[in-house]
């Protein structure tokens, strides 16, 4: 029924809906997620390591090189090491959209547009949007446009925030946002423009020290992630390189980097806009539930 | 040494010699850096409730402890008795170590001490504690239409608490002893 929606919802407004693969060769490269991984066996024995994917997005990346402009995706998705309910599965529903030539504000525009064609009553609210740096000034006091980790530091220790000797300047924020804005966002809010060590794949705001990312909150659960896409192939190798040398540093699968999507991503118009939705918990806000499991007929806590 | 991706409900952890017990935890992943994994913890000598996070790649210290299944026997103002209905073992619990507690304490309760190298450090109670009404106005008419109205009942152990109005002197009632609050009634 949903899912229905969403889809008369994009087609609409012009994007052709693509499907992508599930088990692929390069999963995902984020230091914090776990893929589930695999052997994928030729008859003749051949055999090739793989793993199922965490996000459609390499395989949607590579769709928008060749010309493609406004795509959606509709996907199981996969992630090991995971918390049985709550708000986490392991095996989850996840929408993905592109769009090339708009940037994040358009996406958060189109964003808010969806959730109010699902859920009428809210159609006449406005949803908040705000600056992680703004969100910091007022409920922290320190200003991120040059906050250096002692001073990130200073501010875990002064409101009594457990820290340890070797986090970094991405760990120290997070403690803070963790314990000092996220119990804070009520309502409908969009937290947006994080600083460049949180960047992830997006690209760089004019004066270099945010990443044009965003995450929607509503009553305090994060649905989505979207980004105006980094599509500068160097950039994207090197925060690769990164992202492999930290996964080897913490002892897990390194995973090849997808050659086809660096190839591809030069030809990506920019802006190009790109949001990650979790369908399982749009159907916990819509319909009032506060658990993931009360919304999945067959949750991983019935499986295993 | 343990990891943080270890902690379950009621994992006692050592934190610069204070014991804490998980009551709540849930892994967290931002969009980039480290997985945190986000805890309540209380510490077992203040009741004190706390939020705290740990990053995934952290070392912590966990305590081996057990909890033992005892009776509560009395009190005389200072200390809280227990006893193991096997072995007739009874340890004496201060009231300043399970002060959140002692609301909820009656006579016969089973509870589980918390027992670390042979000494009791705290108590848990079981989430939901049955009592019977001792007294409750009886409802006025016309109360019942909205179905929300609570109002005040004292209970067995002396506790007073807010229930709904169709509970009638004498009920048995479920209290739920991490809220105060009222969750069924027994037949």
Not at chain 1, 15 to 38: A, K
Not at chain 2, 172 to 186: C, K, M, S
């Amino acid at each position: 029924m949903m899912n229905d929606s969403i889809r008369s919802f994009f087609s609409l407004r012009g994007y052709l809906e693509v499907e992508t693969p599930i088990v692929v060769r390069s999963p995902g490269m984020e230091p914090n997620l776990s893929p589930f991984e695999t052997i994928v066996r030729e008859p003749n024995g051949t055999e090739h390591r793989g793993a199922l994917i965490t996000s459609p997005e390499y395989s949607m990346k590579k769709l928008l090189g060749p010309g493609l402009e406004k795509i959606f995706t509709i996907t199981k998705v996969f992630r090991n090491d995971e918390t049985f309910g709550g708000n986490h599965n392991p095996e989850f529903s996840m929408l993905e959209w592109y769009q090339q030539g708009a940037d994040y504000q358009k996406c958060m525009e189109e964003t808010e547009e969806l959730i109010k064609v699902l859920k009428s009553e809210i159609r006449n609210t406005k949803f908040e949007k705000k600056r992680v740096r703004d969100l910091f000034l007022e409920h922290i006091g320190i200003d991120l446009d040059n906050a250096d980790q002692t001073e990130l530091l200073n501010a875990c220790n002064s409101h009594g925030i457990h820290t340890t000797g070797n986090d970094t300047k991405s760990d120290l924020f997070y403690r803070l946002f963790l314990t000092k804005i996220e119990p804070n966002l009520s309502g409908n809010i969009f937290v947006y423009d994080y600083p460049k060590y949180q960047a992830s794949l997006s690209r760089l705001t004019s004066d270099g020290k945010y990443g044009e990312r965003f995450e929607l909150y509503m009553n305090g659960l994060e649905l989505c992630n979207g980004f105006t896409e980094l599509t500068d192939a160097t950039e994207q190798r090197k925060r690769f390189e990164e992202e492999a040398e930290e996964r080897k540093q913490s002892g897990k699968t390194v995973h090849p980097i997808d050659e086809e999507l660096l190839s591809l991503l030069p030809s990506v118009r920019t802006p190009t806009f790109g949001n990650a939705l979790g369908i399982d918990r749009l159907h916990m806000i819509l319909t009032g539930k506060t658990k993931i499991e009360d919304v999945i007929l067959f949750p991983a806590s019935s499986l295993f | 040494m343990s990891s943080p991706n270890d902690i379950k409900k009621g994992t006692v952890v050592n934190i610069n010699n204070e014991l804490w017990l998980v009551t709540y935890f849930q892994r967290v992943s931002p969009g980039k850096g480290s997985s945190f994994v986000r805890t309540k913890m209380k510490n077992i000598k203040t009741g004190k409730v706390q939020e705290t996070n740990f990053k995934s790649a952290e070392s912590l210290t966990f305590e081996d402890v057990q909890y033992k299944k005892m009776q509560y026997l009395f009190n005389d103002g200072i200390l809280y008795t227990f006893m193991d209905n096997m072995t007739y073992e009874q340890v004496s619990i201060a009231k300043a170590d399970m002060e959140d507690s002692i609301p909820y304490l009656k006579e016969g309760l089973e509870a589980n001490v918390v027992m670390h190298e042979g000494l009791a450090l705290s108590v848990t109670l079981p989430q939901k504690v049955e009592y019977s009404v001792v007294y409750t106005e009886p409802a006025v008419k016309g109360d019942t239409a909205s179905g929300n109205v609570l109002k005040e009942a004292e209970l067995d152990n002396g506790l007073k608490v807010r229930v709904p109005s169709f509970i009638t002197q004498g009920d048995h009632i479920l209290i739920n002893t991490d809220t105060g609050e009222y969750t069924e009634r027994v037949n």
